[in-house]
C-alpha cells in the first residue's frame, strides 16, 4: 500500500475555478511538502507544511495531522496553473521526501 | 534566487556503461539528494547525504550506484554499468534547517 495518495489523478477546471487537491498519508511525519512539476520535469516547490495552513498568491496549504490528511487549494484557476501537483512527506527532519503519485490538474480559458 | 544545477541536461548511453551525473547544490546548503522518476512514474528517492556520508538509502541504491562530493561544491551520482531499467529522470536536490528541499532541473538518462 502507497504511504501517500492522492485524489484526484487527474483534474480538469474551467479558468476561474476554485480547485482542491487532497492527498492522505499513513506514516508518522515532521513535515508535509506540495510540489509542482510542469511539462518539462521540473519540480519546484510550493509549501513545506508541519501544521495549519499556509497562503502564497493564490495557493492555499492545509494539513490535518490528527487525520493524517493535507489539501492543496487554488483559487481563480488559470491555465498557466496546469501542472501536475505532487504531495510528498518527510518522516524525519531533513530526511528522504516519499512521493504520492501526482495530480494532473489541467486548467482550460 | 539561488538554484540547483545539473549536467548534463541530457545524456544517452549504452547498456553497461558508467554515466556521472552532476549537480552543484545550493551553495550554503547541507543535506543532498537524489531521486529518480521513470517515465509515467512517481519520483522516488534514492540517497541522501549529509556530512560527506550517504545517511539514507533506498533499495534501488544497489551496489551499480555511488556518489561523491569531491569538492565542496558538486555533488555526482555515478552508475556503474547501466541498465535499461534506469532509464529515468534524475533529480538532485538540496536542503538546509528549515528549508524545504530545492531540485535542480534534472538530468534525463537514456540507456540504449
Known amino acids: 500500500k502507497n504511504e501517500v495518495e492522492q485524489s484526484p489523478q487527474n483534474l480538469t477546471a474551467q479558468e476561474g475555478e476554485f480547485i482542491t487537491i487532497n492527498c492522505s498519508y499513513s506514516v508518522g511525519i515532521s513535515a508535509l511538502h506540495w510540489l509542482q512539476q510542469h511539462p518539462g520535469g521540473g519540480i519546484v516547490s510550493l509549501f513545506m507544511?508541519?501544521?495549519g495552513k499556509k497562503k502564497h498568491g493564490r495557493l492555499i496549504a492545509t494539513i490535518n495531522i490528527q487525520e493524517k490528511h493535507s489539501s492543496l487549494h487554488i483559487t481563480a484557476s488559470h491555465p498557466r496553473d496546469s501542472a501536475v501537483y505532487i504531495c510528498?512527506?518527510?518522516?524525519?527532519?531533513?530526511?528522504?521526501?516519499?512521493f504520492g503519485q501526482g495530480t494532473i490538474l489541467t486548467v482550460h480559458p | 534566487e539561488p538554484e540547483v544545477t545539473q549536467t548534463p541536461s541530457h545524456q544517452v548511453t549504452q547498456m553497461g556503461q558508467e554515466v556521472i551525473l552532476r549537480c552543484v547544490p545550493i551553495?550554503?546548503?547541507?543535506?543532498f539528494y537524489w531521486y529518480r522518476q521513470i517515465l509515467g512514474q512517481k519520483v522516488e528517492f534514492l540517497v541522501s547525504?549529509?556530512?560527506?556520508?550517504?545517511?539514507?538509502k533506498s533499495e534501488i541504491f544497489d551496489d551499480q550506484f555511488s556518489v561523491e562530493r569531491p569538492d565542496g561544491s558538486n555533488f555526482t551520482l555515478k552508475i556503474r554499468s547501466t541498465k535499461l531499467e534506469d532509464s529515468a529522470m534524475y533529480f538532485c536536490?538540496?536542503?538546509?534547517?528549515?528549508?524545504?528541499?530545492?531540485f535542480g532541473p534534472g538530468t534525463r538518462l537514456t540507456v540504449l
Open positions: 536536490a538540496s536542503g538546509t534547517s528549515g528549508s524545504w528541499q530545492y
Open positions: 551553495s550554503n546548503h547541507l543535506y
Open positions: 510528498a512527506v518527510e518522516k524525519a527532519s531533513y530526511g528522504k521526501l516519499t
Open positions: 547525504f549529509y556530512n560527506n556520508e550517504i545517511s539514507e
Open positions: 507544511l508541519s501544521s
